[in-house]
């Protein structure tokens, strides 16, 4: 079956713009998570949504940054105001369950490029 | 807070070398320890996994072994393959339960094998 898509692969935008990151999570999924990937560093946790619980949002690093999910299906991930330290790939991924030990499978990411 | 520290790369081997990538953790309780492997230009995927201590994760000829004494959870196989050159990422995710499966991530090791 379809893995985690996400789009768009890359994107480059100028300071102080606005951007939307998609994900499609695998159908079924009921939880979702996004990471961010910086040059030379590990993965970040920045926000996690499970059914209709209140997201965990304890990794996103400023107000600039939000996400939003429908139900258990497309989850969006906006920055505003984009900083050149926002520069990074943005990795979701999804899970079958909310269980610490259940796989979280991850979709190719979004290389996002501020100039 | 949780932390995963892994050994710097890239790591050069020839094919059929031993590899051992190291990994140490810092974490409260008893979190489950992760190997992610990132093929190129593919997605993150699951290695293998060990949810307490003293396990034994096992995949495609790769080991490691949750030490809860030493806070380790080293990546081995005793002979590489070219198909292995990937960039290789410890991680774990909390002990607590009812909590997110968020992941904590190393800063990744990028394996060469060369013929």
Redo the contacts between chains.
């Keep these: 079956g379809a893995?985690?898509s996400q789009s768009p692969s890359n994107k480059v935008t100028e300071k102080g713009k606005d951007v939307e990151l998609r994900c499609d999570p695998i159908s079924g999924h009921t939880?979702l998570?996004w990471?961010r990937q910086r040059l030379?560093?590990?993965?970040?946790?920045l926000i996690?949504f499970?059914g209709n619980s209140a997201p965990?949002k304890s990794?996103l690093p400023s107000d600039r940054f939000s996400a939003e999910r429908t139900g258990e299906s497309v989850s969006t991930l906006t920055i505003q105001r984009t900083q050149q330290e926002d520069s990074a790939v943005y990795?979701c991924?999804s899970?079958l369950v909310?269980?610490?030990?259940?796989?979280?499978?991850?979709?190719?990411?979004t290389r996002l490029t501020v100039t | 807070g949780d932390s995963v520290t892994q050994m710097e790369g890239p790591v050069t081997l020839s094919e059929e070398a031993c590899l051992t990538i190291n990994c140490t953790y810092t974490a409260t309780g008893y979190p489950s320890l992760f190997w992610y492997v990132q093929y190129p230009g593919e997605g993150l995927q699951l290695l293998l996994k060990a949810t307490k201590a003293d396990d034994k994760g096992s995949n495609k000829g790769f080991e490691a072994t949750y030490r809860k004494e030493t806070t380790s959870f080293h990546l081995e196989k005793g002979s590489v393959q070219v198909s292995d050159s990937a960039v290789y990422f410890c991680a774990l995710s909390p002990a607590r339960s009812g909590t997110a499966s968020k992941l904590t991530f190393g800063t990744g090791t990028r394996l060469q094998v060369t013929l």
Aim: no cysteine; net charge negative; proline share 3%.
């Design positions: 893995g985690v939880a998570y990471y030379g560093q590990g993965l970040e946790f996690y499970q965990d990794g990795l991924a899970s909310w269980d610490r030990d259940h796989e979280q499978y991850f979709g190719p990411g």
